[in-house]
Protein backbone atom coordinates (compact mmCIF):
# COMPACT_ATOMS: atom_id res chain seq x y z
CA UNK A 1 0.00 0.00 0.00
CA UNK A 2 1.44 3.86 -0.91
CA UNK A 3 2.99 5.58 1.74
CA UNK A 4 0.81 8.71 1.41
CA UNK A 5 -2.23 5.94 2.77
CA UNK A 6 -0.04 4.84 5.73
CA UNK A 7 1.45 8.73 6.68
CA UNK A 8 -0.59 8.00 9.79
CA UNK A 9 2.14 5.25 11.00
CA UNK A 10 5.51 6.57 9.72
CA UNK A 11 6.28 8.20 12.86
CA UNK A 12 6.39 11.84 11.24
CA UNK A 13 3.59 13.89 12.92
CA UNK A 14 4.54 16.45 9.98
CA UNK A 15 2.99 14.06 7.37
CA UNK A 16 -0.93 13.98 6.33
CA UNK A 17 -2.75 10.61 5.56
CA UNK A 18 -4.96 10.26 3.11
CA UNK A 19 -6.61 6.73 2.18
CA UNK A 20 -8.43 7.98 -0.83
CA UNK A 21 -5.16 8.54 -2.39
CA UNK A 22 -4.51 6.94 -5.74
CA UNK A 23 -1.08 6.74 -7.40
CA UNK A 24 -1.42 7.75 -10.96
CA UNK A 25 0.32 4.23 -11.98
CA UNK A 26 0.56 0.82 -10.17
CA UNK A 27 3.14 0.71 -7.91
CA UNK A 28 6.03 -1.83 -8.61
CA UNK A 29 7.05 -4.48 -6.89
CA UNK A 30 10.76 -3.70 -6.66
CA UNK A 31 13.30 -2.35 -4.62
CA UNK A 32 13.23 1.29 -3.90
CA UNK A 33 16.63 1.59 -2.50
CA UNK A 34 18.82 3.87 -3.81
CA UNK A 35 16.80 5.76 -6.56
CA UNK A 36 18.26 5.01 -9.87
CA UNK A 37 16.54 7.65 -11.85
CA UNK A 38 17.61 10.48 -9.49
CA UNK A 39 20.80 9.03 -9.48
CA UNK A 40 21.44 9.32 -12.83
CA UNK A 41 19.53 12.71 -13.44
CA UNK A 42 22.11 14.12 -10.58
CA UNK A 43 24.76 12.60 -12.28
CA UNK A 44 24.34 14.32 -15.66
CA UNK A 45 23.35 17.77 -14.08
CA UNK A 46 26.34 17.70 -12.09
CA UNK A 47 28.63 16.61 -15.34
CA UNK A 48 26.79 19.42 -17.36
CA UNK A 49 27.32 22.11 -14.59
CA UNK A 50 31.13 21.25 -14.45
CA UNK A 51 31.83 21.18 -17.73
CA UNK A 52 29.83 24.08 -18.37
CA UNK A 53 30.82 26.04 -15.09
CA UNK A 54 27.37 26.42 -13.91
CA UNK A 55 24.20 24.84 -13.19
CA UNK A 56 22.30 28.42 -13.76
CA UNK A 57 21.54 27.65 -18.38
CA UNK A 58 17.79 28.32 -19.31
CA UNK A 59 16.55 26.17 -21.75
CA UNK A 60 12.83 24.92 -22.42
CA UNK A 61 12.84 20.61 -24.00
CA UNK A 62 9.44 18.58 -24.71
CA UNK A 63 8.40 15.15 -23.67
CA UNK A 64 5.67 12.95 -25.45
CA UNK A 65 3.04 12.65 -22.70
CA UNK A 66 1.32 9.10 -21.25
CA UNK A 67 -1.99 10.64 -21.39
CA UNK A 68 -4.63 9.43 -23.36
CA UNK A 69 -5.32 13.13 -24.92
CA UNK A 70 -1.27 12.35 -26.36
CA UNK A 71 -0.34 16.14 -26.31
CA UNK A 72 3.07 17.22 -26.12
CA UNK A 73 4.53 18.46 -23.22
CA UNK A 74 7.04 21.22 -23.34
CA UNK A 75 8.52 22.79 -20.06
CA UNK A 76 11.22 25.47 -19.64
CA UNK A 77 13.57 24.93 -16.62
CA UNK A 78 16.31 27.84 -15.60
CA UNK A 79 18.64 25.64 -14.31
CA UNK A 80 19.82 21.91 -14.44
CA UNK A 81 18.95 21.54 -10.80
CA UNK A 82 15.72 22.63 -11.26
CA UNK A 83 15.43 18.99 -13.63
CA UNK A 84 16.72 16.91 -11.47
CA UNK A 85 14.51 17.99 -8.36
CA UNK A 86 11.50 17.46 -10.83
CA UNK A 87 13.05 14.59 -11.62
CA UNK A 88 13.02 13.29 -8.13
CA UNK A 89 9.13 14.29 -6.71
CA UNK A 90 8.32 12.99 -9.52
CA UNK A 91 8.79 9.44 -8.62
CA UNK A 92 7.45 10.53 -5.18
CA UNK A 93 4.08 11.59 -6.87
CA UNK A 94 4.10 8.55 -8.32
CA UNK A 95 4.73 6.09 -4.92
CA UNK A 96 7.85 4.52 -6.89
CA UNK A 97 9.86 5.75 -3.89
CA UNK A 98 10.04 7.77 -0.72
CA UNK A 99 12.35 10.86 -0.04
CA UNK A 100 15.09 8.75 1.51
CA UNK A 101 15.56 6.84 -1.74
CA UNK A 102 15.54 10.26 -3.38
CA UNK A 103 18.00 11.81 -1.08
CA UNK A 104 20.17 8.50 -1.50
CA UNK A 105 20.38 8.52 -5.11
CA UNK A 106 21.15 12.29 -5.37
CA UNK A 107 24.22 11.81 -3.34
CA UNK A 108 24.77 8.99 -5.10
CA UNK A 109 24.97 10.58 -8.67
CA UNK A 110 26.74 13.20 -7.29
CA UNK A 111 29.57 11.13 -5.94
CA UNK A 112 29.83 9.60 -9.70
CA UNK A 113 29.78 12.38 -11.79
CA UNK A 114 32.82 14.20 -9.67
CA UNK A 115 34.60 11.07 -9.59
CA UNK A 116 33.71 10.74 -13.45
CA UNK A 117 34.59 14.60 -13.98
CA UNK A 118 37.76 14.46 -12.13
CA UNK A 119 39.41 11.12 -12.92
CA UNK A 120 38.20 10.72 -16.39
CA UNK A 121 37.55 13.64 -18.93
CA UNK A 122 40.48 13.85 -20.78
CA UNK A 123 41.35 17.33 -22.86
CA UNK A 124 40.70 17.18 -26.77
CA UNK A 125 43.37 18.33 -28.92
CA UNK A 126 42.94 21.28 -31.10
CA UNK A 127 42.52 19.82 -34.50
CA UNK A 128 46.17 21.52 -35.67
CA UNK A 129 47.79 19.05 -33.05
CA UNK A 130 46.16 16.12 -34.36
CA UNK A 131 46.91 17.03 -37.80
CA UNK A 132 50.86 17.49 -36.72
CA UNK A 133 50.81 14.56 -34.87
CA UNK A 134 49.27 12.34 -37.62
CA UNK A 135 52.26 13.77 -40.17
CA UNK A 136 55.10 13.54 -37.42
CA UNK A 137 54.34 9.81 -37.43
CA UNK A 138 53.42 9.18 -40.99
CA UNK A 139 57.11 10.91 -41.77
CA UNK A 140 58.99 8.50 -38.77
CA UNK A 141 56.98 5.24 -40.62
CA UNK A 142 58.61 6.40 -43.83
CA UNK A 143 61.48 6.87 -42.60
CA UNK A 144 61.63 3.89 -40.69
CA UNK A 145 60.92 1.65 -43.86
CA UNK A 146 64.09 3.28 -45.98
Known amino acids: MPAIAQADI ?4 DTVQNTSWLPLIPTPSFPAFTRGHRAFSNAGATIMASFLGTANISFTTNSESPLPSGSDSYRTFNSFSEVVAEAGISRIYETLHDSFDNIAGQALGADV ?13 EPSSCLLTMMVGLMTAIRRRR
Open 113 to 125: ATNTFSNYRQVMP
Open 10 to 13: DGNI
